[in-house]
T-cell receptor
Framework: GDSVTQMEGPVTLSEEAFLTINCTYTATGYPSLFWYVQYPGEGLQLLLKATKADDKGSNKGFEATYRKETTSFHLEKGSVQVSDSAVYFCATHTGNQFYFGTGTSLTVIP | GAVVSQHPSWVICKSGTSVKIECRSLDFQATTMFWYRQFPKQSLMLMATSNEGSKATYEQGVEKDKFLINHASLTLSTLTVTSAHPEDSSFYIC?????????????FGPGTRLTVL
C-alpha cells in the first residue's frame, strides 16, 4: 500500500516566522494528497487537498503543491500565528483508504 | 457542521476486561464509519470500515473477534475491545462520511485513549 513520510517534530517557531513541514509519499497509483490539522482535544480537520499533479491546495494562508516528480506535498505558510499551534498530518488517499504520516507537532510562541 | 464525537475520551481498564468506545455523528447521517488506531509516534492505521446496518470490513491483520464493530444506526458506531491486553493500549480514532463528498471526505472524532493495565 501507500506510505507517507513527514518531517518529525516537534517544531517550535516564533510568531510571524516561515513554516515548512516536509511530506513525501509512495503510491502505486495516482493518489489525492491531503493535509489535516488537529487542534488539542479536537478531531482531525481537513486543511487542504490536491487531487492531481501540479495542483496547489491552499487554505488559511497554508499552501502545498502536488509534486509528482519528487513525490512530495510540503506544507508552507509565510507567517505563522500562535493559533496555528497544532499537530499536522500529511495523507494520501487511494481507492477508498487514507494513508497518514505520523504527524508533526507545531508550537508557535509569541 | 459535520461534527463527530467520541466517548469516552480516555479510559483505563484491567487486562482481560472489555471496553466499548462510541462514535457519534452529531449533525449528519454517517452512512460509512471508519475506525483507526494510532500508536505513539506512528501513523493512524485503518482498522475497519463499516456501513450502517452491515457487517464491518476489517483490514488485514485486524482481529475481528477482538475488535467488535457495530454500526447500528446512521449516527452511532461502537468499537468494543474484547478481553483487552496491554498491547491493545493505543489511541483509537473514528471518522464518518455521509457519502456526499466521495470516499475522501471524512470527518474525524477527537479520539479515545485506551490504557490497559
Amino acid at each position: 500500500g501507500d506510505s507517507v513520510t513527514q518531517m518529525e517534530g516537534p517544531v517550535t517557531l516564533s510568531e510571524e516566522a516561515f513554516l515548512t513541514i516536509n511530506c513525501t509519499y509512495t503510491a502505486t497509483g495516482y493518489p489525492s494528497l491531503f493535509w489535516y490539522v488537529q487542534y488539542p482535544g479536537e478531531g482531525l480537520q481537513l486543511l487542504l487537498k490536491a487531487t492531481k499533479a501540479d495542483d496547489k491546495g491552499s487554505n488559511k494562508g497554508f499552501e502545498a503543491t502536488y509534486r509528482k516528480e519528487t513525490t512530495s506535498f510540503h506544507l508552507e505558510k509565510g507567517s505563522v500565528q500562535v493559533s496555528d499551534s497544532a499537530v499536522y498530518f500529511c495523507a494520501t488517499h487511494t481507492g477508498n483508504q487514507f494513508y497518514f504520516g505520523t504527524g508533526t507537532s507545531l508550537t508557535v510562541i509569541p | 457542521g459535520a461534527v463527530v464525537s467520541q466517548h469516552p475520551s480516555w479510559v483505563i481498564c484491567k487486562s482481560g476486561t472489555s471496553v466499548k468506545i462510541e462514535c457519534r455523528s452529531l449533525d449528519f447521517q454517517a452512512t460509512t464509519m471508519f475506525w483507526y488506531r494510532q500508536f505513539p509516534k506512528q501513523s493512524l492505521m485503518l482498522m475497519a470500515t463499516s456501513n450502517e446496518g452491515s457487517k464491518a470490513t476489517y483490514e488485514q491483520g485486524v482481529e475481528k473477534d477482538k475488535f467488535l464493530i457495530n454500526h447500528a444506526s446512521l449516527t452511532l458506531s461502537t468499537l468494543t475491545v474484547t478481553s483487552a491486553h496491554p498491547e491493545d493500549s493505543s489511541f483509537y480514532i473514528c471518522s464518518a462520511s455521509d457519502g456526499r463528498g466521495g470516499w475522501d471526505t471524512q470527518y474525524f472524532g477527537p479520539g479515545t485513549r485506551l490504557t490497559v493495565l
